[in-house]
């Protein structure tokens, strides 16, 4: 990954600092090291807008099915809502909230593991 490229050229700037001072090389290699940064700094960007994205989408899908849900009985049934229809659904979203959510962040682990 990126942060283990950007560590390992510091390692090697702190173990071969005498050589880098004598042949002044501090220069290239500090070019060398803030693009490698500038890299780094992208990808976890990248990293941290995904995990936004699944975070919010893992709180929105609940209501958004439900109201689609509800739409899909009222237009498609013709029928009006009852309550017994009501808690029905209900219950039904409310058991299917864990396992949702397990998967939202099931993505975001397998989203997070691909990226390092």
């Known amino acids: 990954s990126k942060g283990d490229e950007r560590i390992k050229l510091m390692n090697e700037l702190l173990n071969y600092i005498r050589i880098i001072k004598l042949y002044a090389w501090e220069e290239s290699l500090t070019k060398r090291i803030f693009g490698v940064r500038v890299q780094e700094k992208s990808v976890m960007k990248i990293a941290m807008l995904a995990k936004g ?8 899908v609940t209501p958004f099915v439900s109201l689609a849900i509800f739409v899909i009985i009222v237009y498609v049934s013709n029928d009006e809502l009852t309550f017994e229809t009501t808690f029905t659904v209900l219950a ?3 058991m299917l909230r864990l ?3 397990l998967f939202a962040l ?3 682990t397998f989203k997070e593991g691909i990226i390092s």
């Open 99 to 101: 396992p949702t959510t």
């Open 92 to 94: 039904f979203l409310n």
């Open 53 to 60: 994205v699944m975070r919010e989408l893992m709180y929105l």
């Open 106 to 108: 099931a993505l975001t």
